[in-house]
């Protein structure tokens, strides 16, 4: 389905039924990675001011403990705003590290304008970064505060190295204690193997060993902030109930990740 593809891409090459006769505008939305996506400000409480932001699934030119995050900044409001620009919120450099947007801020967003632009965030294993928000001229006060969370699913890379053998391999070694079992109410593994795909930044894992892909579907990441395995496996019972493996031996994580997957696995 179009969301396998849309979601990993990257995973499985994409397929020629997609390229072909697609105009260059919806190739660029396809081998555009786009993970979780939300709200840093809304423009009620700033007087419109409004900042997006969302998740991009590709590797930050800072290197692999950073996640690229796009920043969306739209003006909806009658009025110029000036010198918008954002820092940490007390950094603990310990922890975390931060990138700053091009050219350290936006110098004018013009009625109803929007513009984009990217930062880099460290979040090590905490669960946010806070920021300050400054704005010289044009809303409602001159500094905003506002936090992005380490949504658990984007805390990590695609591993697309392991074959089927050496999943099970590392499944096996790595532990009682760090092993999650989920039950998933999702009609099929499909559904269920998409649901994954879109809620974490994982690789597809189906090269050597025999995989019947009706029975058994399984995904891996490395983790960005010490490249542990992330390990989820999809299994279809033969009366069609789907259970649900992590397993992950960062436990300041397992249990983050664990909620997510339930949430994603749970029928809407």
Not at 33 to 45: A, D, I, Q
Not at 134 to 146: F, I, L, S, W, Y
Not at 252 to 268: E, F, N, P, S
Request: net charge negative.
């Amino acid at each position: 389905s179009n969301d396998i593809m849309g979601g990993a891409s990257l995973a499985s090459g994409g397929t020629d039924d997609i390229l072909f006769g697609a105009s260059a505008d919806s190739l660029m939305k396809n081998t555009e990675n786009v993970g979780f996506r939300g709200e840093l400000l809304n423009h009620t409480h700033t007087q419109g001011l409004q900042i997006d932001y969302e998740f991009m699934r590709q590797q930050s030119r800072y290197g692999v403990r950073f996640n690229q995050i796009r920043l969306i900044f739209e003006n909806r409001w009658d009025k110029s705003m000036k010198g918008i620009s954002l820092s940490p919120h007390n950094l603990d450099k310990s922890q975390q590290d931060y990138r700053d947007i091009f050219d350290g801020g936006i110098a004018e967003l013009g009625p109803g304008e929007k513009k984009t632009d990217y930062i880099h965030v460290q979040f090590g294993k905490t669960s946010e970064m806070r920021f300050d928000i400054n704005v010289q001229e044009g809303t409602n006060k001159n500094r905003h505060t506002a936090k992005i969370k380490g949504i658990p699913g984007e805390l990590m890379r695609q591993n697309i190295g392991y074959s089927v053998e050496e999943f099970l391999k590392k499944k096996k070694a790595s532990g009682a204690m760090s092993e999650r079992n989920i039950n998933c109410s999702l009609d099929t593994i499909d559904e269920a193997a998409n649901s994954i795909i879109k809620t974490f930044n994982v690789g597809i894992i189906n090269s050597g060993g025999n995989l019947d892909m009706s029975k058994e579907r399984y995904f891996a990441g490395y983790l960005l902030s010490d490249d542990s395995d992330v390990l989820i496996s999809l299994e279809a019972s033969s009366s069609g109930k789907i259970t649900c493996t992590i397993n992950c031996t960062e436990f300041m994580l397992v249990d983050a990740i664990t909620g997510v997957a339930r949430q994603c696995l749970t029928k809407k």
